[in-house]
């Protein structure tokens, strides 16, 4: 070893976990001082190192680290396939614990990234851009808490006056990571979902506005709203709007898509 220059390995800074951080960092030896007496040249030295490093840092050992000094991994995805960055980068997320961070360096402004976090994770992530040069962007992504963050997704009420897509479907979970799905469905006057057999998972459904009816295989049961539906898995059913048309909003287990056979849903304008 140099005499002008300290070199720590991992052992030397037991459980602090920063001897890669401090090669280079601990330049000089005055940066440490001179060995106490009685103690040899590498125990003097690890043990300065180690008060070096509670100072700088922050930590001692079985105690924890405040959240700004906290080691920045790098996760470089500039040569990474496109599609698998945004993966790539959640994984990593996972693997933090609460006030930990990650630098995420890319070849542009991970926009569409951040839109994720917030769709996924809103309140539960810090985003600090650290650099933002043309194929060096630097960004900090942290995590705050230990799980997602409760929250509300939409008000039923502000659905009223919104149009169905050409599958009836007016909103749906947006939630990547879910064990659920979830959608709220539209029916206008007249409109009808014909008979089917359900999926194989149990639907609960909640009547949200208008009225119509249900079919099932023994009768007919009039739908009002407020009305709460429990829909078997495999029973057959079929929808009907009324006059004043059918929302309902749908809730059951995830599957890769809903089974109810909505390529089948017909609307009529004319009653």
């Known amino acids: 070893m140099e005499a002008n220059r300290v070199v720590v390995d991992a052992q030397s800074v037991g459980d602090l976990g920063h001897a890669d951080r401090l090669v280079g960092l601990v330049e000089h030896r ?3 001082g001179p060995p106490a007496a009685g103690d040899g040249p590498t125990v003097g030295l690890r ?3 180690l008060e070096f490093t509670q100072s700088h840092i922050g930590k001692t050992p079985g105690g924890s680290v405040p959240e700004a000094a906290q080691t920045d991994r790098e996760l ?3 040569k990474v396939r496109k599609p698998d960055r ?9 693997e933090l614990a609460v006030g930990e961070g990650f630098v ?22 810090g985003w600090e851009y650290l650099n933002q040069v043309n194929g060096d962007w630097q960004i900090k992504i942290s995590r705050l808490t230990e799980t997602p963050l409760p929250r509300v997704l939409a008000n039923t009420a502000s659905l009223a006056d919104a149009q169905p897509d050409a599958a ?8 990547n990571e879910r064990d659920l799905d979830s959608n709220v469905i539209g029916l206008a006057p007249g409109g009808r979902i014909d008979p089917h057999a359900g999926p194989e998972l149990d639907v609960l459904i909640h ?3 208008g009225s119509g009816t249900l079919t099932t295989e023994s009768g007919t049961l009039d739908l009002t709203a407020g009305d709460l ?11 009907a709007a009324g006059d004043d048309g059918l929302r309902y909003l749908t809730v059951h287990q995830r599957r890769a898509s809903l089974q109810l056979d909505l390529t089948a849903l017909q609307r009529t304008t004319n009653g």
């Open 30 to 32: 005055e940066h440490v």
């Open 47 to 49: 043990k300065h190192v």
């Open 76 to 78: 470089d995805v500039r």
């Open 86 to 94: 945004h993966p790539m980068i959640f994984a990593r997320f996972r």
């Open 104 to 125: 995420l360096i890319n070849d542009h402004d991970p926009r569409h990234l951040r839109d994720e976090f917030e769709n996924e994770l809103p309140g539960s992530y």
């Open 168 to 175: 009836g479907v007016i909103w749906k979970l947006p939630i």
């Open 207 to 209: 009547v949200l506005a």
């Open 229 to 239: 539906l429990w829909l078997p898995r495999r029973s057959r059913r079929s929808f």
